[in-house]
């Protein structure tokens, strides 16, 4: 498992290559990249700056994960989130997930994106032509983390 | 008790205040926020009944009852946009 908060870019052929680095009972890998857009609510945006809250940061990811790993039979995740200003075009998120076959690390790449979405403490500030503005947490968003609550 | 209390994003700014130690009486988060509401202008406005936003102790997203124990790190802030 890895859980990486960081400003840095990173790369999903590196971080996949090292996913499966040396063992050969991988049989799938979803993987997701999230990226800044240059447009949000129907205005330009220019950069954005995340930020976060450390400590409780790595401490919900590292949950997400667990519950992921409770609910299919995961051999690898790897989940990387930028803080700090990004540009339009930049990845902002990645998540990977490797298992024996692709319906679970479909299942679980999905899961473990749409709990961050709602549950990781991290803040968005866009920076657009009227000026700063923190974005607005979605509605569709907490659909989409309570499609997987047990029913 | 002691607590220390974190704001972020939308509220830092608002409050314009990310930390600081408070001697609380109460017992409960939403004794907290009551108190913190009664300061009044922004805190008020912000921490209003209608108004979303979320209250983790020592690092957990809680409910309004869940009780404060003694040396808490509370942070109050905004629904959270990563991803």
């Not at chain 1, 657009?128 to 607005?136: I, L, M």
């Not at chain 1, 947490?137 to 997987?148: M, N, P, T």
């Not at chain 2, 608002?14 to 004794?31: I, K, P, Q």
């Amino acid at each position: 498992m890895k859980i990486v908060v960081r400003s840095e870019a990173f790369d999903l052929g590196a971080e996949v290559d090292a996913m499966r680095r040396g063992r050969t009972d991988i049989g799938a890998i979803a993987s997701f990249v999230g990226l800044a857009r240059d447009m949000n609510e129907g205005s330009g945006v220019a950069a954005m700056t995340l930020e976060h809250y450390p400590g409780m940061t790595e401490k919900a990811l590292g949950r997400l994960v667990e519950e992921a790993k409770s609910r299919w039979a995961l051999l690898d995740v790897t989940v990387i989130h930028r803080i700090g200003r990004l540009l339009p075009g930049d990845p902002i998120v990645l998540v990977a997930v490797a298992s024996s076959h692709r319906g679970e690390a479909f299942a679980a790449c999905e899961f473990i994106m749409d709990y961050l979405k709602t549950r990781a403490p991290f803040w968005k500030k866009e920076e657009t032509p009227a000026g700063e503005r923190w974005v607005e947490a979605r509605a569709s968003d907490d659909a989409a983390a309570a499609r997987w609550d047990p029913p | 008790m002691k607590l220390r209390v974190l704001y972020f994003a939308r509220l830092r700014e608002r409050f314009g205040v990310a930390e600081e130690s408070l001697d609380f009486a109460g017992a409960t988060v939403a004794d907290l926020v009551a108190l913190l509401r009664a300061r009044g202008g922004v805190w008020s406005e912000e921490l209003a009944g209608g108004r979303a936003f979320r209250v983790a102790v020592n690092q957990d997203i809680v409910a309004p009852d869940a009780s404060l124990p003694d040396q808490a790190e509370v942070a109050i802030f905004p629904p959270v946009t990563g991803g």
